[in-house]
């Protein structure tokens, strides 16, 4: 590496695991990378990297992309009309990711005069009252809280659970702007869970449905600690399955996304989530608290969101369309 230059990272957005990493070149610094060493996409590329390489060397590069191995790491090549090309589609992915967000947006807040829809924002026609309840205005939102709350309560049955959020999970949740159903993007061989859902900036998630009496925690004696009941040590297993099903078979996912749904998928591992139990269940325990906050922190492909947090995101919501602070729902 004597003949390349290189610029260090120091780009706080990138956190401190890649500060002070070397960005290598030859001849004049590109263009694409900034004084402070940050680029177009270069934080995703890096952490994609390092899932594959425990130690390696990135060089951007006018010639052909390629990998090699030295003494100490890999030296990945990456040639940077390619990398500049695939920026070029997700800055046109994500105006368009963008526009379905704030057509959802503004569709819920002002549902007289802006449309449903997967396209644009647009004025609406005058919609008559039967056609004005299929959106989810805030009165509906907040019975939709309502109505949460006494489930959460009351309802133990996964399946009721997983067809309830299957309903509901893009209003719940409102980060969530398309809900894909496993039919609509069949891969042969493939083991998809029931539903995928797309953030508003266009990535995947993965959703694995539990019920709010699901036991999070288990006591084990030789330990002396709390550690994952077995039902939410399955869930997990499941989804890291689900994560790697996608991951090989992503980019026939990916295709059948935009084809479907003209959504284009960034090429990173999708989220892996845990809908599952309540923090009642730890109540007053101090021991159970603490040691569910650290199995949690543990978890690298997953989280665990349970049922009464996700109320809280629902019913904080609904405070920020109403505008009234720290207002009970």
């Not at 610094?29 to 060397?57: H, N, V, W």
């Not at 694995?208 to 600690?225: A, M, Q, V, W, Y």
Request: glycine letters at 6%; proline letters at 4%.
């Amino acid at each position: 590496m004597s003949k390349l230059k290189y610029c260090e990272i120091s780009n706080k957005s990138y956190g401190q695991k890649w500060q002070k990493f070397k960005l290598y070149y030859a001849g004049t610094r590109p263009k694409l990378i900034r004084d402070d060493g940050a680029f177009s996409s270069g934080k995703s590329l890096l952490e994609a990297l390092a899932t594959k390489f425990r130690d390696f060397e990135l060089v951007l590069t006018p010639e052909e992309s390629r990998i090699q191995k030295n003494s100490s790491a890999r030296q990945v090549f990456l040639a940077i009309p390619k990398l500049q090309k695939m920026n070029a589609r997700l800055f046109t992915q994500k105006k368009h990711v963008t526009q379905r967000a704030v057509s959802h947006l503004l569709s819920d807040l002002f549902p007289r005069h802006f449309a449903a829809g997967n396209g644009v924002s647009r004025p609406a026609r005058r919609l008559n009252s039967s056609k004005l309840k299929v959106r989810f205005n805030l009165r509906k939102l907040q019975q939709l809280a309502e109505d949460f709350q006494k489930r959460i309560e009351t309802d133990n049955s996964e399946s009721t659970w997983q067809k309830y959020l299957k309903q509901n999970i893009l209003h719940i949740q409102p980060g969530y702007i398309e809900l894909i159903p496993k039919a609509s993007v069949k891969v042969s061989g493939a083991s998809f869970p029931d539903f995928f859902l797309i953030t508003y900036d266009g990535y995947l998630d993965i959703l694995e449905i539990k019920t709010p009496f699901t036991p999070l925690l288990s006591h084990d004696k030789n330990r002396g600690k709390h550690v994952w009941s077995p039902e939410i040590a399955k869930a997990i297993a499941e989804v890291e399955n689900h994560l790697q099903a996608v991951s090989h078979f992503g980019d026939d996912l990916r295709n059948k996304v935009k084809d479907g749904y003209g959504i284009e998928l960034p090429v990173v591992k999708p989220r892996g989530i845990v809908f599952a139990g309540n923090s009642a269940q730890f109540k007053d325990n101090k021991s159970m608290q603490d040691d569910f906050a650290l199995l949690s922190q543990a978890l690298t492909n997953v989280s665990l969101v349970t049922y009464d947090e996700l109320l809280t995101r629902l019913r904080n919501h609904i405070t920020v369309l109403s505008g009234t602070k720290g207002k009970k729902e």
